[in-house]
């Protein structure tokens, strides 16, 4: 696949309850990210969001975040899944050749809607919705059980990835302060109130408020707009059936596929020799072990074998992944953000130590029923 | 950081959608209504559907209205189960005293899995694979709601 370049990128701290405009919120990543790469409003030369109607709770919402976006009189248009699904759509423009510059931001605010509520109208609407049995809650237990049950894993094992992600947000100033916990404890996270049983509540992602945005630009433009460009050198998304009685929830079949396309075209064989971090959007803590099965890091039900610490042979969420804070709709990009991080030697107090190849991946639907993985490449 | 915040036309708008029941679920529906449980089968890999499909996804093939209906029995078997204190609609969402327990029932001679409550089990006494039966609403309505739940055999 022809190369295209990461130029630029900015998150905003998350917060439960950020108390300010929403708009500001916007402004502050795009422009951010701009600044990061020493470039001006008039170079963007596309716009692609990744918002909710639902969780902003406006029709076509992004008929207002065309100022603070970058937008303004420019190509733009949104997608309603999560940031790393925008980035595919910046990819796919800037690889017509039309485009040099495109901005992907998403984000919002879970402070300003009732999450479980909008999420309950992901689901079917005629079967389902009425009595409510099946919510993105639920579905969160269902999927821990069926992967513990067809594996013989622990609730012990699952914690430890919470333990790990929740100690890694600790050193990544602009996770979440509530998920932030350099002396989390197992016991705690066994003991921490039951959210969907066996899940509990430090086992979940918590929804939040916050922004963050991207810039691609075709190879040429990227390397005259900076000396430390990242490569997406491949990108694999696939979905899986709706229906959580009729899926094998102890497995992620969409990324499994998702992975074998993403490093086909990168050329990567064996993704655990050669890769060198990895930032999973993990809803759950379950998820991490499930994705990271998928992707080949491990046998099924054998993810917990892995050394997945800051320093381990696999690194995964060094930055604590979406365990340190989950705004929806950006919670992807900024996984794709974290591992650029890691490739430019950015990550401040959570470097991986010579990074040259990093994954990364978003999702959306319940149980992570589509999912979408990128594998970068430092510049340098 | 001290901003106002405004909640905009809280009760002004409320958007009801309609939605199409459609006539496989709407045969369903009614066969509910009379206790009774129905499914189709794809005439390419044989898969039962609870509720009836009008396309089988993994085979990309409709299952014609008029045929390949199955009657079920209602009986099944537990596949998997969660515990939860909280309570979603489609209003709101809350954490309730007695937590609910759900889980996902595959009915005897089918492929898929129904979502209900599990009724009268306590936690220690439920098992996967234990066999389970729709308990159904007296008065039943020909919809999801006409099964309460499933209960232990
Ligand atoms: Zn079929």
Redesign the pocket.
């Known amino acids: 696949m022809e190369k295209v370049g990461i130029v630029g990128y900015n998150q905003v701290k998350l917060y439960s309850d950020a108390n300010y405009g929403r708009y500001e919120m916007i402004f502050e990543a795009v422009r951010g990210a701009l600044d990061s790469a020493g470039l001006k409003k008039k170079d963007i030369t596309t716009v692609v969001s990744a918002t909710n109607d639902y969780y902003d709770g406006r029709t076509i919402s992004n008929a207002l975040t065309v100022e603070p976006g970058g937008g303004y009189l420019a190509d733009e248009s949104k997608v309603e899944m999560d940031g790393a699904h925008a980035v595919l759509y910046g990819l796919m423009r800037i690889l017509s050749g039309n485009h040099k510059l495109a901005v992907v931001w998403g984000g919002s605010m879970a402070s300003s809607f009732p999450y479980h509520t909008a999420r309950l109208y992901e689901t079917d609407p005629i079967w389902e919705r009425p009595l409510a049995y099946v919510n993105d809650i639920t579905s969160a237990g269902f999927q821990m059980r069926a992967y513990m049950e067809k594996f013989g894993v622990s609730a012990e094992d699952i914690a430890k990835i919470a333990v790990k992600n929740r100690k890694n947000a600790a050193k990544n100033q602009l996770a979440l302060v509530e998920a932030q916990n350099p002396n989390l404890t197992v016991k705690d996270v066994l003991e921490s109130e039951i959210y969907a049983d066996p899940v509990t509540e430090l086992m979940v992602a918590q929804p939040c408020d916050g922004v963050a945005a991207l810039l691609l630009a075709p190879e040429k433009q990227a390397l005259k707009i900076t000396d430390n460009p990242v490569w997406v050198i491949g990108v694999g998304y696939n979905q899986e059936t709706y229906y959580l009685g009729e899926r094998d929830l102890s497995s992620s079949k969409s990324m499994e596929l998702a992975s074998k396309m993403a490093f086909n075209a990168a050329g990567v064989k064996n993704p655990l020799s050669e890769i060198d971090v990895a930032e999973l959007f993990e809803a759950y803590a379950h998820e991490e072990l499930i994705l990271s099965e998928a992707i080949g890091f491990t046998e099924k039900g054998k993810g917990a074998s892995l050394s997945s610490e800051i320093g381990g042979d696999m690194p995964i969420n060094p930055s604590g992944g979406a365990l340190g804070g989950n705004p929806p709709c950006a919670t992807g990009l900024i996984r794709i953000i974290e591992a650029v991080k890691q490739l430019r030697g950015e990550a401040n107090g959570y470097q991986v130590k010579g990074a040259e190849k990093a994954i990364a991946s978003g999702q959306i639907g319940l149980c992570a029923q589509n999912n979408i993985l990128y594998v970068l490449e430092g510049g340098n | 950081m001290n901003e106002k915040v405004i909640v905009a036309n809280k009760g002004l708008i409320r958007a009801d959608f309609n939605f199409w029941v459609g006539r496989y679920l709407d045969k369903f529906y009614d066969n509910l209504e009379n206790k009774k449980i129905v499914g189709n089968t794809?005439p390419?890999?044989g898969?039962v559907f609870v509720p009836p499909r009008k396309i089988?996804g993994?085979?990309n093939?409709v299952i014609p209205l008029e045929e390949n209906w199955v009657d079920l029995p209602e009986t099944g078997i537990l596949i998997n189960y969660t515990i939860t204190p909280y309570k979603v609609n489609d209003r709101a969402f809350r954490k309730v005293k007695k937590p609910q327990t759900i889980g996902m029932i595959q009915i005897d001679g089918s492929n898929t899995a129904l979502i209900y409550r599990l009724l009268n089990l306590e936690p220690d006494n439920i098992k996967l694979g234990m066999k389970l039966k729709v308990e159904w609403e007296e008065n039943t309505k020909g919809d999801p709601s006409d099964i309460r739940g499933f209960m232990k055999i």
């Open positions: 794809c390419k890999c898969d089988c993994k085979c093939e």
